[in-house]
């Protein structure tokens, strides 16, 4: 008997339907044509529940996120890419080399497989360009009306080198605080697109994977205390976060943070403050005052950290506030946000 | 950013700070009150507090819109919400205000009500245009600042023939607050707070103009110079008010050049006063009922006036009794004088109206400053 001729999946009119979720030859056949051939790599290919490899010697690192950004597709990334880099930052995070990636996609019944496929593309690419594989995979779809297109959940897994610990209580007095890069770019390049802000600003998203970044640090400077990615809530939020963890008060010098000028002039006329706007491509590391210009060089030497800047210090400080020298000449609290400033930024 | 550092220049700053010191050298204090929310705000972040010398002190005033909206107001918007389709478009700020019996917009919208969060009057004509089906209620709340554009959205929504769109007229007036002030106990027999001057409002004034500050400056001898919102604009008031008060002048004096003049905008005040009319009394959320103090839509527009349509009545709600934003908004007492500032009150979960608006006097003191009430190291590892 001949196999039975299969429609190829329409990827140029089709919309996702129930059946895409519900274990039969539709969405094996979506799997196939678009998830496995896009992602290919060994472990899909064995088309097993799970993915079985092989560790490395060190500690295993595991971090998972979900990702909702509104809109999907932003001028400098989609929610595709920005959910492989997200995940490879966190576990980049602990100073750890990232493995592999696990992707759990929920769909939304009528989200266009144009759509579907572009981000997926774009996913695939990110994780090639990463070199961190996509091993594994879910894919749900839920009812019209309740979802929003597409929400992409991936879980990373990395291995720290042995004599490396990097961990967000371990900033002390004295110690200098140092970003990658400009701020508040990601978030900017999201509200410009949102319907009742809209306006025109060349600004793109920052989403970046940054394993590569801290690879350099770490290799210039073992005894990194501290590495974390500002993202919802900014660089006000780590920094409260990285205080309050270490048990230390971290201070910072207004005309040190870099922030682009269209970036703070989107944010003085949407009334936001740059320091509580997301970034997906960029990290606050904490080191020794010794090791503080090493780094520095380290980063500006890599292509992702140009234009790293040491922006203040730890202090001693038994309320663990983050404060900072505005360029005025006033000092006051960075606090933790209030409320939120915009939803559904990543 | 141009136009805008410029106004943030630290080495500025300085010398203005050393010529405020220089000149306010005499044996007595200077008792300053920033009306606007927008000066509180600006003072908090850029630390301009922390340039003054001690005997210049600022008294944070009532001119935060959200500050000032009695419950009662709130508690009508929120039932508002709830009628079945019906969409309530509102300014950001007013979603957080606690309201009767633990709610607020926020708390509203999260169990169904339709609530939609607006940048502009104009959005929330357009949500009616988009949804004909449906009944839409722009919230209106603030000085003369955002009254102009709530008259735009009425005569917009007339020449669009919109039926389904009305406006919940919330609109208040600067200068009453400012005569409340000045006719107050604490101001004028007892003296328990002693008010040598006023920072005038930057972008109410844009509208208004400098002249109805003339009454104040002549009636009341209090000397008020009109500032904008950039810190340097206030460290150039509170210089200007130094000066009047050394020399024994009260007189109004327009340090926002750049934006007000005597008259302010006729085109503005033109609109407002065909689209509203006084009404005879208005609760302020600290100061109380206060006479001819806010706006209602005209009869003419009757047909665009939610309180006509919805048959809204104002049930007055005392606020809680720990809470001191009165006090607070009248200068009588300042932030940390509250028993609950930054204990139950905080602004993840305000009590009060002073502590949800970044403008407000405890909003900005929690966020900005309250490391200076407890005994911090602060020198840097340098």
């Not at chain 2, 509180?40 to 301009?48: D, E, L, M, N, P």
């Not at chain 2, 169990?111 to 839409?136: C, H, K, L, Q, W």
């Not at chain 2, 200068?175 to 972008?203: K, Q």
Request: aromatic share 6%.
């Amino acid at each position: 008997m001949r196999d039975g001729y299969v429609r190829p999946v329409d990827f140029r009119h089709g919309r996702v339907d129930m059946t895409h979720g519900s274990g039969g030859r539709a969405m094996a056949q979506l799997i196939d044509e678009l998830f496995l051939r896009e992602f290919d790599n060994r472990w899909l290919r064995q088309m097993n529940d799970q993915a079985s490899f092989e560790v490395p010697a060190g500690r295993l690192v595991v971090a998972t996120d979900s990702h909702v950004v509104s809109p999907l597709f932003f001028p400098g990334g989609d929610i595709g890419c920005l959910s492989v880099h997200g995940t490879i930052n966190d576990v980049a995070m602990a100073g750890a080399v990232p493995l592999n990636l696990a992707a759990s996609f929920i769909l939304e019944e009528g989200f266009p497989l144009a759509d579907l496929q572009r981000i997926v593309v774009s996913m695939a690419g990110a994780a090639r360009d990463a070199g961190v594989p996509i091993v594994t995979g879910d894919t749900k779809v839920v009812e019209r009306g309740k979802g929003d297109g597409v929400f992409i959940t991936t879980t990373g897994l990395g291995v720290v080198p042995p004599g490396i610990d990097v961990s967000g209580d371990r900033a002390r007095p004295g110690d200098r605080i140092i970003v990658s890069g400009s701020i508040g770019d990601h978030g900017v390049a999201i509200m410009s697109l949102r319907e009742n802000l809209s306006f025109e600003t060349t600004i793109e998203s920052d989403t970046a994977a940054l394993h590569g970044l801290v690879a350099a640090m770490i290799a210039a400077v073992p005894d990194i205390h501290c590495l974390r990615d500002p993202t919802r809530g900014g660089l006000a939020t780590t920094l409260n976060e990285l205080a309050g963890q270490s048990g230390c008060g971290l201070l910072i010098h207004e005309a040190s943070v870099p922030v682009r000028g269209q970036v703070s002039a989107a944010c003085e006329f949407l009334g936001l403050d740059p320091l509580y706007v997301a970034n997906e491509g960029k990290l606050v590391a904490i080191c020794a005052p010794d090791d503080a210009l090493r780094l520095l060089a380290a980063m500006r030497a890599h292509p992702l950290g140009r234009d790293a800047a040491i922006i203040g210090e730890a202090i001693p400080d038994p309320h663990h506030f983050v404060q900072m020298e505005t360029s005025f000449g006033g000092r006051r609290i960075v606090d933790w946000l209030t409320g939120e400033q915009l939803p559904r930024i990543c | 950013m141009k136009y805008i550092d410029e106004f943030r220049d630290g080495a500025v700053a300085r010398q203005l700070a050393a010529a405020i010191r220089r000149e306010a050298d005499r044996p007595r204090s200077y008792n300053l009150m920033e009306f606007c929310g927008g000066h509180t705000h600006a003072i908090s972040r850029y630390g301009v507090a922390d340039l003054l010398p001690a005997n210049v002190r600022m008294i944070h005033g009532p001119g935060c819109p959200v500050c000032v909206l009695p419950i009662g107001r709130i508690d009508n918007a929120i039932e508002l919400a709830a009628r079945p389709g019906l969409i309530l478009c509102t300014y950001a700020d007013t979603m957080r205000v606690p309201a009767s019996r633990g709610l607020s917009l926020l708390k509203a919208k999260a169990g169904g009500s339709d609530v939609r969060m607006v940048y502009s009057s104009a959005d929330a004509v357009r949500i009616a245009r988009e949804n004909p089906g449906r009944e839409v209620v722009f919230f209106a709340i603030g000085f003369e600042t955002t009254t102009p554009p709530t008259a735009v959205a009425v005569k917009a929504a007339e020449a669009a023939g919109l039926a389904n769109f009305t406006v919940f007229c919330n609109h208040v007036l600067t200068p009453s607050a400012i005569s409340n002030i000045l006719e107050s106990p604490e101001v004028r027999e007892l003296g328990t707070v002693p008010l040598d001057g006023f920072i005038g409002p930057a972008h109410v004034s844009t509208v208004i103009g400098s002249q109805p500050y003339e009454y104040f400056a002549e009636e009341y001898a209090k000397p008020v110079v009109i500032a904008g919102f950039e810190p340097l604009d206030v460290m150039q008031a509170i210089l200007m008010l130094v000066r009047q008060l050394n020399e024994g002048r009260a007189e109004v004096e327009n340090e926002f050049t750049r934006a007000v003049t005597r008259d302010g905008n006729a085109k503005a005040k033109a609109l407002v006063a065909e689209v509203f009319e006084l009404r005879k009394t208005f609760e302020w959320r600290g100061l109380g009922e206060v006479p001819y103090s806010a706006l209602a839509i005209k009869d003419k527009y009757r047909a665009f006036d939610a309180e006509a349509r919805y048959g809204i009545t104002y049930r007055s709600v005392p606020d809680n009794k720990a809470c001191e934003c009165g006090a607070i908004l009248r200068g009588v007492k300042k932030p940390t004088d509250c028993k609950v500032f930054g204990t139950v009150c905080t602004p993840e979960n305000p009590i009060g109206s002073c502590m949800v608006s970044s403008e407000g006097a405890c909003a900005a003191h929690y966020t900005y400053g309250r490391f200076k009430d407890v005994a911090v190291v602060t020198e840097g590892a340098r």
